[in-house]
């Protein structure tokens, strides 16, 4: 117990050394700031409306190019002071868009320097190279931590879950040249990052800031309906980090775009590819689908991608366009079970071209039931090229590649151990009745898994000529078949 004479002094000291944290605690209303130009200290600021960042920095004034006409500007800033202690946070009342470009949506923001456009206003319209960096942005949405599923005692509907209602999405860009870095986003009531293309209002000399593309650097997404939709061409991202997702996590349906560095995981869908994008450094997990590539996606390509630990419990890669090249794939396939009793690493869709699939994968077998089962791959189309190497560390019923359909002209080579279940099913391929057209399968395998099931479910040679079968450096034929002792 402390002399009664030395108790105000404590209290002081006390109050001093816990004021930080106190006014730490508290909101500070929405600060009057001039956008484009200053900083936002760091605090946590209550909006009640949508956020605006200008289309001009009204301190930059660029004489016109030779042969212009107009000055040309760079677009609004919105900062802050740092990433985590700066903190915009939204009232549930404000709907739409919690932040925007202006003109965003209006279909006037333009994607280039409009000089001598005579196509409406003849003011810049332009919305070029703004940014938004430092911030933390809260949309207050009460979204569940894995929100995806209905949880046992979840209701139904499930205000928190899947039927969270669509209210506003967080940063929306319309136009080109934006820089997005070191942002985290919260609690998003709709797509927490929207970059949209403007219309192209260019005409005659070419601005300083034409021609630039979007960036999105260093992004930590948490809770969200979705996460990134990228709608505008030859962005770049790099650093993205999403996860808490109801629907799509990250979405490319600009082409052109390239991913360096992403971490999808809790989602319906971790990425979806709808225009030809290239990718590297891949993690997407944690999804009913890892990585999804839609028809329209046609010659995307992955450089280095991970299917996650069994975490993907429907496809960890799935394959709807033709000439896809996944290189450098890796993880683990889950083991189906009654609640999920279709599982696949990847599926190749029907009538496909030139997909390109190699790395390795590993199906996850339980020691305790060898009767799980699970897919590596299936295959279907024609001039596929796919090399994986893997298997399984106990005995199951898993099949490492199920071939579906007279798949032609391919080169299959799969080199890994297990045992148990079944290295290459060709059941359902057909390929008893149809010219290979030049296939090759190699099979390099240890363990007492069936090498292969030919064509009808038999366990006798029976190719149709065109595809060659080759089990252990030996080309098979009927002549390899070991004929039964009298």
Known sequence: MLPRRMRPFYAVLFSLAMSPFLAAQQSTPAPVIDFPAKVIPNGVYNYDRTVIIPRQRGNINVPAPYGGKSASRPGGILRGEDRYGTVLRFNPTVTGQLIKTELYGEGKAGNAWNDGN?????????????????????????????????PEWAPKPDPHGPDLPYRADGLCIEGSGFIGKNLRFFQIPG?????????NGSAG?????????NQLEDIYISNAIYGINVAAADSKLSHIYITGIIKDGLTISGSGTVVEEDHVWGADRS?????????????????????YIASTAYGTRIDGLNIGPGTCWERGVKIDAHGCSITGLFGTVASE????????????????????ITGSLVVASDPKNPATTAKGLILRGNRQKVDLKGGWNSPCKATFIRVEGAVTGSTVE???????GTVLDLSASELNKVEGGGNEFKIKWGGTS?????????NHYNLAPGTQLWIDGQLQSAATIPRKRP
Do not use: M
């Open 205 to 213: 000399a070419s601005g300083i800031y034409d021609a630039g593309f």
């Open 414 to 420: 799969v080199r890994g151990t297990g045992d148990g």
């Open 337 to 356: 079970s009654k609640e999920h009793p279709d599982i696949a690493g990847v599926e190749v869709a029907a009538n496909l071209l030139h997909e390109v």
């Open 118 to 150: 005579s196509a409406g206003d003849r003011t810049l319209q332009a919305s070029l190279c703004s940014s938004a960096t430092d911030l933390t942005i809260d949309g207050r949405a009460e979204i569940r931590a894995y929100p995806w599923s209905y």
């Open 450 to 458: 069936t090498r292969v099931i030919y064509p009808g479910g038999g």
């Open 271 to 291: 990425a979806v590819f709808t225009e030809p994008a290239s990718a590297r450094e891949c993690y997407h997990e944690a999804a009913r689908i890892g990585t």
């Open 191 to 199: 797509t927490a990052i929207i970059l949209k293309s403007g219309r």
